[in-house]
């Protein structure tokens, strides 16, 4: 019988050529933010622009000053900047990994718990959702009270507190995937008599990995903030919140240097974002069109 | 004992919708009996009926001898639907070797298993292609290896080549027959070609619409194996025809006779 030809990208290069394009790609954004930054300045400052907002040398510190004052000791006792903030963005990171982790296995049982049954998701889902709208500001004190008064260390409270803000979109997701197996897939199941959990897990969990991915995506990010926000009230300095506040208060002196803290703030969340994509490429092998 | 019993069944869908009327037929072992019918006639809901994939609103079924639930658990029957139905993050090996994951055989058995199908289905080399790099045709042949992988007993087929173009479909009754008389299966076909109906099956069962009911018993005496030049036999087009008419006594059958698959070479 004629075999149909399969269409696959043959060119043994061709990754090398994408990966040099994107590379291309991501070097003209940031030439262009630069620029951006650097042109609106100049503009500001020449014309003494105070809408949006004043610009001056305090406002927009100049991009090279900022890269600069990484290579800098903020004062003459302390190491390097960037020193002192890799070492703070792993302490954060730590805190975020692991809230992250916990977040997203929370929401992962919350969501299959409240997909398995309508009546739970109705009583329930409202709570969740009401969750999501207090601040994290107003529940992070509390949090840290509470497990500091079970002996628990402070940088597990700051990543309970980063699970607290990534465990929603997880619920969701989960939920919406769980539900997404169509009625002839699921039909196929019961013409073989398989129970609940062989359903769940040859089914329901592949149909819902592409959806969890896209709210893993989400959280990823989401904990980094959670972990930021959540060393302030655990008293953590030696993380990027206890960076970001310390250099807020000399910001009228040094803008560059929480600024910089800024940029690895960013990098290290794009780090945690990438780390779910390369997992969903490694995982997820879905129709084009089920694939984000 | 007969392969399929359907015993007085109706099926009335919540809403009111009477899709099946008394219906009563004996399919014997190692019959190929095809379902045919108006759109709408209740055709894939009887099929479901015996799959106990839903349930008869009254009336019975038995599959073997057994009810169909009581069948269904002990794998007597696959199927096959309209659509492939396979899981598209499964390589087509692994979507073969489903209904044996579930039944518990182990990977070696499994793997051989595996690529006996995949022979049969003459999609040898396929096995870790992943469902949407196949052609349509391909990928309704994964779905047969599928359905045929655990040997069942009973076939049940809604359709299955009603998505696939003329040439193609063509050439998977010829394949379909092969496998049929290799086996030791009986196969319930639901299509709604006259031409396919008659090629394929040992008895032709017309069904006409509002509500569903078993309008005529056709059997089809075409000499065994079939081959292209069953097509041009005169006594397939005398059948043809015979299925044609009670198709248009039972009333409701619309369709023109270009979409019966009887448009060339009927003149
Ligand atoms: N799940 C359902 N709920 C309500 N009505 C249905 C359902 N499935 C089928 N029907 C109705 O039952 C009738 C028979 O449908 P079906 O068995 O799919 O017909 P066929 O396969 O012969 O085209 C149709 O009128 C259809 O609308
Ligand atoms: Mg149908």
Known sequence: ?292 | MSAVSIKNVSKEFKGGTKALEDIDLEIEQREFVSLIGPSGCGKSTLLRIVGDLIEPTSGGVTVNGKPARQARHDHDYGIVFQDPVLYDWRTVARNIALPLELAGWDRNRRSQRVDEMLDLVELRGFGEHHPWQLSGGMQQRVSIARALSFDPALLLMDEPFGALDEMTRERLNAELLRIWQASESTIVFVTHSIAEAVFLSTRVVVMSSRPGRVSKLIPIDLSQPRSAATREDPRFFELATEVREALHMGGGYDMPLAATGLSEGAT
Do not use: C
Request: aromatic share 10%.
């Open chain 1, 1 to 292: 019988m004629a075999s149909v030809a399969v269409e696959r990208p043959l060119a043994e290069d061709a990754p090398v050529k994408r990966a040099r394009r994107r590379g291309l790609l991501l070097l003209a954004v940031l030439v262009l933010l630069w620029g951006f930054w650097e042109g609106f300045r100049a503009l500001g400052i020449h014309y003494g622009w105070q809408r949006p907002f004043t610009v001056d040398a305090t406002s927009m510190p100049h991009i090279h000053d900022m890269i600069w004052a990484l290579f800098q000791r903020p004062n003459p006792e302390a190491p390097l900047l960037i020193v002192t903030l890799l070492k703070a963005a792993a302490f954060t990171g730590r805190e975020a990994a692991l809230g992250f982790a916990m977040g997203a296995t929370g929401g992962f049982a919350i969501g299959a718990l409240l997909a398995h049954s309508r009546m739970l998701q109705r009583g329930l889902l409202p709570y969740v959702v009401a969750s999501q709208t207090i601040p994290i500001l107003a529940i992070a004190p509390m949090v840290v009270i509470w497990l500091a008064s079970v002996q628990v260390t402070p940088w597990v409270s700051v990543a309970v507190i980063a699970a607290y803000l990534t465990f929603f979109p997880v619920v969701i997701a989960t939920i919406r995937g769980l539900q997404a197996a169509d009625h002839r897939a699921v039909e196929l199941m019961r013409s073989y008599a398989a129970n609940r959990w062989t359903v769940l897990w040859k089914l329901r969990f592949p149909m819902a990995l592409p959806f969890l991915f896209s709210a893993l995506r989400i959280s990823a990010t989401a904990s980094i903030v959670g972990a930021i926000i959540g060393e302030q009230p655990s008293s953590i300095a030696g993380g990027l919140g206890g960076a970001i506040l310390n250099f807020a208060q000399y910001y009228s002196f040094q803008p560059q240097n929480l600024w910089a803290t800024n940029i690895i703030a960013a990098a290290l969340g794009i780090a945690f974002f990438l780390v779910v994509v390369a997992a969903e490429k490694l995982v997820v092998r879905r129709a084009p069109e089920h694939v984000a």
